[in-house]
């Protein structure tokens, strides 16, 4: 299987910056894409942004403009840097992992979320 662990997450004063981190690990055979979610309290899961094996890169309405996706290939980690953080940007931010992982001889498709780390953005 494969995990993912996130780090970055904490309470900042709006107009602030966050890097948010999520490495995964676990014998993964290929990547195709990494993405960052987040959810407010009361509200669904939404889409923050995205990038593909081919670097294609979408953000959320919302986001874009202010936050930037980034992927290590070699180190298997997305990056979300947000910039001129808002009160409205507060939630529990997931990454979500996607591709195939070597199980014995066996190839599987894997689709991988982390634990949520808690951006507070304070007025």
Do not use: H
């Amino acid at each position: 299987q494969v995990q993912l662990v996130e780090s970055g997450g904490g309470l900042v004063q709006a107009g602030g910056s966050l890097r948010l981190s999520c490495a995964a690990s676990g014998s993964i055979r290929v990547i195709t894409s990494m993405a960052w979610y987040r959810q407010a309290p009361g509200k669904q899961r939404d889409l923050v942004a995205i990038i593909s094996s081919l670097d294609s890169i979408n953000y959320g309405d919302s986001v874009r403009g202010r936050f930037t996706i980034s992927r290590d290939n070699a180190k298997n980690t997305v990056y979300l840097q947000t910039d001129s953080l808002k009160p409205e940007d507060t939630a529990v931010y997931y990454c979500n992992v996607k591709g195939n992982y070597y199980s014995g001889s066996y190839v599987r498709l894997f689709d991988s979320w982390g634990q949520g780390t808690q951006v507070t953005v304070s007025s």
